[in-house]
């Protein structure tokens, strides 16, 4: 069975400019989630998709940040304009839609702004 | 509010002895553990769970959690530690009661094992 997949595995842009990163969730998951990890801490949710439905994204800065799941499967997160402070590695996650299930996690994009 | 303690940056043990990553938790209602790990220049991978039932359970690669309802905490323990077992280890909880799936996240606990 195939993990979650995330592109690019690494980016480097300068501060302003705009950056995308994409996932496929493992086939059935309904649930997807990002996160943002940085250096020395744990992962802290940006969003979460049920489906293509984005129910809860209360951590996501929505002045920059943007995020699509289109047709409930692959998705998408954008940043723009980038500033310093994104530096961090923007996780990627699925899980089968229920609250007791486990999450699965793609390799990450390690985003450095300079 | 949810939220989950690793009190150790970092745990040294030797090759061949028992090792153990402290993990305590506070959310309002019944508790859903987890434990992942993340080896180098990769994701979180799913170690254990605890949601109901049995306080002790068990996981991949020997690793075992018991859970303490008394002490709110869900240590990760292994009998016989391996040099392979060498990376981060995050603990996570989510509140089974309000239905909601945010999964709050420790800050990590760096296993080193030492041949």
């Known amino acids: 069975e195939a993990g979650v997949v995330q592109s690019p595995r690494y980016k480097i842009i300068e501060k302003k400019q705009p950056v995308a990163f994409w996932c496929n969730p493992i086939?059935?998951?309904?649930?997807l989630y990002w996160y943002r990890q940085n250096l020395g801490q744990g992962p802290e949710l940006l969003i979460r998709?049920?489906?293509?439905?984005?129910?809860?994204d209360s951590q996501l800065p929505k002045d920059r940040f943007s995020a699509e799941r289109l047709k409930g499967v692959d998705s998408t997160l954008k940043i723009q304009p980038a500033e310093l402070g994104d530096s961090a590695v923007y996780l990627c996650?699925?899980?089968?839609?229920?609250?007791?299930?486990?999450?699965?996690f793609g390799p990450g994009t390690r985003l450095t702004v300079t | 509010a949810q939220s989950v303690a690793q009190p150790e940056d970092q745990v040294n043990v030797a090759e061949g002895n028992p090792l153990t990553v402290k993990c305590t938790y506070s959310?309002?209602?019944?508790?859903?553990l987890f434990w992942y790990v993340q080896y180098p220049n990769r994701g979180l991978q799913f170690l254990l769970k605890?949601?109901?039932?049995?306080?002790l359970v068990k996981g991949s690669y020997g690793f075992e959690a018991e859970f303490n309802k008394s002490q709110t905490s869900f240590h990760l323990k292994k009998p016989s530690a391996l040099v392979s077992d060498s990376a981060l280890y995050f603990c996570?909880?989510?509140?089974?009661?309000?239905?909601?799936?945010?999964?709050?996240f420790g800050a990590g606990t760096r296993l080193f094992v030492k041949a």
């Open positions: 605890y949601i109901t039932g049995d306080n």
């Open positions: 959310v309002s209602g019944n508790p859903y």
């Open positions: 996570a909880v989510r509140d089974g009661n309000t239905g909601g799936f945010k999964t709050i």
């Open positions: 996650a699925s899980s089968l839609s229920r609250g007791r299930n486990e999450q699965y």
């Open positions: 998709y049920e489906n293509e439905e984005a129910v809860d």
């Open positions: 086939s059935g998951h309904n649930t």
